[in-house]
């Protein structure tokens, strides 16, 4: 399709709009960018999203033009949800299609990346599916860029050639990440003592970050661990190359490695194509706890930025899991479980796994708190 005839599907966009954009590496830059080019004829167009890794909608020239009311804060949107020109929705991952099925938040318009359609005229959405199926379900319009370095993967990803307005053939890289360039001593601590929580048979769910895959790279030993997870990365392909990874034990999809998106390097991407062991399902299905409770020996290891001395993760003011909901906090001093222990016990194992610079300040703030520890 010609750009004269992307512009015209593109011009529907009016300001006010709220528009879904396909996120992790599934984000279609020059879609984007294609939109960013008409900044002067819009304001105030709202950009809703997973985990956004590109920069286009929070550059400070578009201010006004654009406002971004994400689903997920990634590093880009952080910064612009602190100076308050940009904000997050809070929902869990599960009940995120809700949003759009529900008619919560309408939506005029999905950006979508996709590979070539197929023979019979179907595209993948590829590596990221998050709550873009809702999106598809919901949006008056949907525009997509084809390109031929999205790879095909199997599962809830396809989309027919009907269900989209207006497309754009546009090839270029796909956004990668490469976690083994960002692992400190700390975080090889931290993935080693993880790894050792975790028995063979288990089934697992990684979040993002260089933890995860620090703990990936030490599960090496293991036997017939199963994967059924929010995110795979490079470090599950090469446990499922060693065999370490089997699926023989998960009861949701036996067999095949789960997932709801997939955000790596190019190596991981190559691997994904066409590969009928890999599924990737809306984030509704597969951080459904339903679906996750199924699986026998499930451990979910998620990075932090920071805990209370109840064991609250948070971020910055907001509490982003529940102390009822965590069992193991791991830092590279160690590993304690904090199942079955009351509020000054939990503080005072906590305190063991600080720095131990910050150890004396902390135990007086949990006496302050607490009167007592024992």
């Known amino acids: ?53 590109d920069n286009t909608f929070t550059d400070p020239k578009l201010e006004s033009s654009f406002f971004v009311n994400t689903l997920f804060a990634s590093g880009f949107v952080r910064p612009c949800i602190a100076n308050g ?83 754009v053939e546009h090839d270029e890289p796909l956004i990668e990440v490469d976690y083994s360039k960002e692992i400190s001593d700390v975080e090889k601590a931290i993935g080693k003592h993880v790894a050792e929580l975790i028995d063979d048979r288990s089934t697992l769910q990684m979040g993002i970050g260089t933890i995860p895959d620090c703990v990936l790279k030490c599960l090496e030993n293991h036997k017939d661990l199963s994967i059924a997870s929010e995110m795979i990365s490079d470090g599950v392909m090469n446990l499922i190359q ?54 026998r020996k499930m451990c979910a290891i998620n990075a932090a930025i920071e805990v209370d001395l109840t064991g609250q993760l948070k971020e910055g003011a907001g509490v982003t899991t529940s102390r009822a909901h965590v069992h193991y906090i791991v830092t590279e001093y160690g590993a304690t479980n904090l199942f ?14 600080a720095h131990p610079d910050h150890r004396e300040a902390l135990d007086r703030a949990a006496h302050k708190r607490f009167k007592n520890l024992y």
């Open 340 to 353: 079955g222990k009351n509020y000054q016990q939990r503080a005072k194992a906590l305190i063991e796994l």
């Open 85 to 167: 020109t940009a904000s997050y929705i809070l929902a869990l991952l599960s009940e995120m299609p809700r949003l759009f099925d529900e008619n919560i938040l309408p939506l005029d318009a999905a950006f979508i990346q996709v590979s070539p359609p197929d023979m019979h005229g179907y595209c993948s959405l590829g590596i990221s599916i998050e709550v873009t199926r809702a999106a598809l379900r919901n949006a008056k319009k949907v525009f997509a860029q084809i390109n031929r370095n999205m790879p095909r993967v199997h599962g809830d990803t396809f989309v027919h050639m009907n269900q989209i307005d207006a497309y």
């Open 242 to 295: 060693k065999g370490v990874v089997t699926n023989r034990y998960k009861k949701f999809h036996p067999g095949i490695t789960t997932c709801t998106f997939i955000l790596g390097t190019r190596k991981l991407y190559d691997y994904v194509n066409d590969n009928p062991n890999i599924f990737a399902f809306d984030v509704g299905i597969t951080n459904d706890p339903t679906q996750i409770r199924q699986n």
């Open 1 to 53: 399709m010609t750009r004269a005839l992307i512009d015209k599907g593109l011009s529907s966009i009016k300001s006010g709009s709220r528009i879904f954009i396909h996120g992790c590496g599934g984000t279609p830059q020059h879609l984007n960018r294609l939109l960013a080019e008409r900044a002067n004829e819009l304001r105030r167009v709202e950009i809703m999203g997973v985990l956004a890794l």
